[in-house]
């Protein structure tokens, strides 16, 4: 009896942070990982306050977009349609989905090539990666084929508990000295790093530009909706925002200590995350290389969940539609989005060139939707008394000057991807 109730305590205590799980694991991808690596393989712990500083901002967003849905109980894309123009919620149904696409092949392809990177290490040869893509594509598949939004977020829970838990047990194996760590939370900006043919100032964009994105803000107002949140489970809502927040914070900052402590120490930069495999094993021994690459890994199939589900959730919002995934149409649609994945091993493509794409599709969104929901929260009509203060309003300016910033470095950095 006793241990049925426990069950049932920690069933109901686990169901209130789904939400921010959820988001965790759609932030939290390889893309991220990639970044974050790179940063502590090229600038040890200088960037840290980077991390901090864009964490701080995802919180910010979550939660005025949040409270927007708390007091008027719309999602975004409703919000959008209504008291903006459709046209602008179609234009995030497109974008974000255009985005998602090149996700799917960015990431699926290099959770293939790490998988078969570091099967080399087990079988002489490795396995293809084309079979890593397809056996990954058809798990995410087969758990989105059971259809209930409970299911995926529990195991999207389990998912993020093994890929928080190998990055974190990482940190332990491969941490630079504490006193880098402490000096990386200030701020400042260091030189191009010895054989980097980039500055410093893409790598903040680009470490900013995979924590703070438009489809988590959006995303995050449907799931408060189906929670059944209102103004008075405002306190639900930001502590599970705090723990999402949170892990972002401590995963991706395991992700950049892992590399500082034995890359940036030995001299090495890092143009892919693949690399890892190689470059940490002589390094940090076999254990903490099949570590990280499981870690690697559970974050790609984790932000997958989310990015094949994007597209009819997106069109269920947008139509005020019950959020079935079982109806033939959205399957078929998941279908040949999980397909998407087996393009990069198929056509030898890079995924890191996808991913560019991908993102800098990503930070052109992001200017939009903070104007967005800049306009929404000042409305005194839809607010009421819980319209944005004049402090908050400064914020969502600087977040907008920001968003601007990094999105100009995008398209630039996409310019030079295709002509270069």
Avoid at 51 to 72: D, E, G, H, P
Avoid at 342 to 352: D, E, G, H
Wanted: charged letters at 10%; proline letters at 4%; aromatic letters at 12%.
């Amino acid at each position: 009896m006793m241990d049925t109730t426990f069950r049932q305590k920690f069933a109901k205590g686990l169901a209130l942070f789904l939400p921010g799980i959820f988001l965790l694991g759609f932030n939290i991808g390889t893309g991220s990982i990639t970044t974050m690596a790179k940063a502590g393989a090229d600038y040890g712990m200088t960037l840290l306050w980077t991390i901090v500083a864009s964490c701080l901002c995802t919180f910010f967003m979550i939660n005025i977009y949040s409270r927007y849905t708390l007091v008027t109980g719309e999602t975004a894309l409703q919000a959008f349609k209504k008291h903006i123009h459709p046209a602008i919620g179609i234009y995030f149904i497109i974008a974000l989905t255009l985005g998602v696409a090149g996700s799917v092949m960015g990431v699926m392809g290099i959770v293939a090539e790490i998988s078969s990177e570091w099967s080399k290490t087990v079988i002489e040869g490795g396995i293809a990666p084309i079979w890593f893509a397809a056996f990954f594509s058809a798990l995410v598949f087969f758990i989105f084929w059971n259809g209930k939004t409970q299911f995926f977020e529990r195991s999207l829970a389990v998912i993020v508990a093994v890929m928080a838990a190998c990055f974190l047990l990482n940190f332990f194996l491969m941490m630079p000295p504490p006193g880098d760590i402490i000096k990386g939370l200030l701020p400042s900006v260091p030189d191009v790093a010895p054989g980097a043919t980039k500055g410093p100032w893409l790598v903040i964009a680009g470490m900013v530009g995979t924590t703070v994105f438009s489809g988590l803000f959006i995303i995050r107002t449907t799931l408060v909706k189906e929670a059944g949140w209102s103004l008075k489970d405002a306190r639900t809502q930001r502590n599970d925002a705090i723990v999402a927040v949170v892990m972002m914070f401590v995963i991706s900052a395991a992700v950049m200590a892992a590399a500082a402590g034995t890359l940036h120490v030995e001299g090495l930069g890092l143009s892919k995350a693949s690399q890892m495999i190689t470059l940490l094993e002589p390094l940090a021994g076999p254990f903490a290389t099949a570590i990280f690459a499981v870690g690697i890994v559970a974050a790609g199939v984790s932000s997958q969940f989310p990015n094949v589900l994007m597209l009819p959730w997106l069109i269920c919002d947008y139509t005020e539609t019950e959020r079935e995934m079982t109806l033939p149409k959205y399957r078929i649609m998941v279908f040949l989005i999980s397909l998407l994945g087996l393009v990069v091993p198929l056509f030898n493509a890079r995924p890191v060139a996808i991913m560019v794409m991908s993102q800098a599709f990503g930070a052109v969104i992001l200017p939009i939707t903070v104007g967005c929901i800049f306009y929404l929260a000042n409305r005194k009509d839809l607010m009421g008394e819980h319209k944005n203060s004049i402090f908050s309003n400064i914020i969502l300016a600087a977040i907008l000057l920001f968003a601007l910033f990094m999105s100009f470095l995008a398209v630039k950095g996409l310019v030079l991807e295709l002509t270069g």
